[in-house]
């Protein structure tokens, strides 16, 4: 009786066996593949944002279509909703990196580029259509401020691997590009830049999910992040005011 019983047991416990490994197996599949994908569409923001000095226009801002309409050109309409998408990209891997205890001072670097980025588009008062003599960093953005010629002095960046024999086509393939749809392209119109309320919101979202892991973070890199917290804070204090929130 007892040996019954205990091929009983050994006979489930090798059935359980089974199923977590192939469990197991499974999800490590599963795992990969998503890994896989994500630094596949990863490594095609390349083909969309141009990642350097915040200080030059147009930098680090996100394209929400390339080779529109089957043509050489790059679309930077919506352009704050897809950078809050950006965010939070950023966010999220940079602080995987970190708990898996990975190399993460390129996303980190990346991740302050776009913040500074924000900055410049949020201070913006001295310029079209308000033409101010002075700008604020209060809140109130523009949209983007991606020049006609962008193209032009930053092709080699989002032409990585491409040439003019490059078009775009259902398998995903990128096509080249080289001409620029922006506020700043005809018909030329500098009220359409002015920001949305729309599109705060999809930045808000972004900029609260950065918060979140920058206080999951701080003890771990509390030195690096005490500049990067006091500029969360000021951003959703500037959103907050200018969505009349008070």
Known sequence: MYI??????????????????????????????????????RNNLKYFVVNGNPSIKGMNLVAGIRNKGGYEKIDYGQPMTYFGYYLGVLATEWYLLNQNGQYSDNTLTELNNALDSYIRLDECEDKEPWNLSTAKYDG???REDVPYDFVFHYGDNLNKGLTAGNVF?????MGYVSQVLSYDTEPYDPNSNIMSQDEAIGLFHSILMLQQQLELLRLRLYCTLGTMMN????????FINQMGYR
């Open 231 to 238: 500029r969360m804070v000021q951003i959703i204090g500037g």
């Open 140 to 142: 109130f953005f523009m």
């Open 169 to 173: 086509n259902s398998s995903g393939d």
């Open 4 to 41: 019954d019983k205990f091929k009983k047991i050994l006979s489930f416990t090798f059935i359980v066996i089974i199923i977590v490994c192939i469990n197991n197996k499974v999800y490590s599949q599963v795992y990969n593949d998503n890994l896989k994908k994500y630094w596949f569409y």
